[in-house]
């Protein structure tokens, strides 16, 4: 049978055309759950914690892989797609009639059965925690855009995390005529923020540094040295260790301004670990750590990005007290790329222990939100994690193209590799 003629009826039984029954409860809930998900990319962490809701998330994970394979057998290889962590029906090679959605199923006792027969889910946007946000700028805009500016620049936490498409259009109607209009400042690097997140690392680059110029006419020390400290860690990205230094020299030039010094130390430390340093990457950075009066975004970004490296540098003492430092700062339905580098340190972790089964599962999830949010540079940091994780396997073929997926996407923009980077290739393809 061809999947392009697979007809499902949902409504009363389960009933597929020209095939037979289920063959258990879990892959028919399994079916209906991803029909039901529609063209969304979904990761499998999330379809297992649904199929199986009072199991671990390793017990789980290895059912939906034992379900899958059921299913496959059932209607076709072709019935689940998957990529990178995530998993869904093709919907052009499936019709589905689900009726007037009052009929689902009714033997199918199952509590995402249960939430599918209630009102419809939640669309992304109505789900989101930054919906009123969003909507706020969009409504100010309509009547006057430098308010609109003032409201999304307003709040570092929520404007720093919106979804990527949310971002480009916020950032568009809020657009300054000139950098003599209010925020014109903020706007631009918001905006450069959101292009090194997707790693369009060339225009980030030229947003940091029209940034820096705009602050040279305000005559802002301080806007000048952040301007400069992202302009290195753009060039550490791009592999342009010499011009990282460069930018270095010049943010130490305003060190005596207390956020400028949490910057250049944050700066100093992805130098010495981007050049394969870390232990005086560690040493730096946990003598000069921010103390518990700094804003709360300056700690959290000290304390992820050290668990990160604490994680990759097997300091596991220093990691707890970094993770615990993280947990107290997070607001976890608003700080969405903190908690993916924690996960990211706790995936290290189990690296580092041994536990690659564990390990693998959060760098999928990892690469499936990164996926889901357009986030690039997130998803080549957990790429060549993943395939490190793989050759620690034993698993050498599949590392290396996991590999090779990573560097593709840092090929877009990243002239070279950092050491770091380079020696975590070697570690990858001579395991």
Not at 17 to 45: C, F, I, K, Q, Y
Not at 274 to 291: G, K, Q
Not at 313 to 327: H, K, M, P
Request: net charge neutral; charged share 25%.
């Amino acid at each position: 049978m061809n999947l392009m003629q697979l007809k499902i009826r949902l409504s009363g039984d389960l009933t597929v055309l020209h095939h037979g029954p289920p063959p258990d409860r879990a892959v028919a809930m399994l079916l209906v759950g991803l029909l039901s998900l529609g063209e969304e990319w979904t990761p499998r962490t999330k379809v297992a914690q649904l199929l199986y809701p009072e199991s671990t998330s390793i017990d789980a994970g290895n059912a939906l892989r034992q379900a899958i394979f059921r299913l496959k057998g059932w209607l076709g290889e072709d019935i689940v797609q998957s990529q990178l962590g995530t998993i869904r029906n093709d919907p052009t090679k499936v019709e589905a009639d689900w009726g007037d959605g009052t009929n689902l199923v009714p033997w199918l006792e199952h509590p995402w059965a249960d939430h599918l027969r209630g009102r419809p889910a939640p669309t992304p946007a109505e789900a989101s925690h930054f919906r009123d946000y969003v909507q706020a700028v969009e409504s100010t805009a309509l009547v006057d855009r430098e308010s609109a500016r003032g409201i999304l620049l307003g709040s570092k936490a929520l404007g720093a995390n919106l979804p990527s498409e949310d971002a480009t259009r916020l950032l568009s109607i809020t657009r300054p005529a000139n950098q003599d209009e209010p925020l014109a400042f903020e706007h631009v690097v918001m905006r450069a923020d959101l292009q090194y997140r997707l790693n369009d690392l060339s225009r980030a680059s030229d947003s940091y540094q029209r940034a820096h110029r705009i602050a040279k006419h305000l005559k802002s020390p301080a806007k000048l040295a952040q301007t400069a400290a992202m302009c290195a860690f753009v060039s550490m990205e791009r592999g342009e260790m010499g011009k990282a230094k460069d930018w270095m020299d010049q943010c130490s030039r305003s060190e005596r301004f207390v956020s400028v010094k949490s910057l250049l130390i944050n700066v100093q430390g992805a130098y010495l670990w981007n050049m394969e340093r870390p232990d005086e990457a560690i040493a730096l950075m946990y003598r000069t750590r921010p103390s518990a009066s700094t804003d709360r975004l300056q700690q959290l970004h000290f304390w992820s990005n050290f668990s990160a490296l604490c994680a990759e540098s097997g300091d596991f003492n220093l990691l707890a007290q970094a993770e615990d430092e993280v947990q107290r700062l997070i607001i976890p339905s608003v700080d969405l790329r903190y908690h993916s580098t924690l996960n990211f340190a706790k995936a290290m972790r189990l690296m580092r222990q041994g536990s690659l089964d564990e390990a693998q599962g959060l760098l999928e999830a990892i690469c499936a939100d990164s996926i889901a949010h357009g986030q690039q540079m997130t998803l080549a940091y957990a790429l060549e994690a993943l395939a490190e994780v793989h050759a620690k396997a034993g698993e050498s073929r599949y590392a290396k193209g996991v590999w090779t997926k990573a560097e593709t996407i840092r090929k877009e923009s990243c002239p070279r590799l950092t050491p770091r980077v380079a020696a975590r290739k070697v570690r990858v393809h001579y395991a």
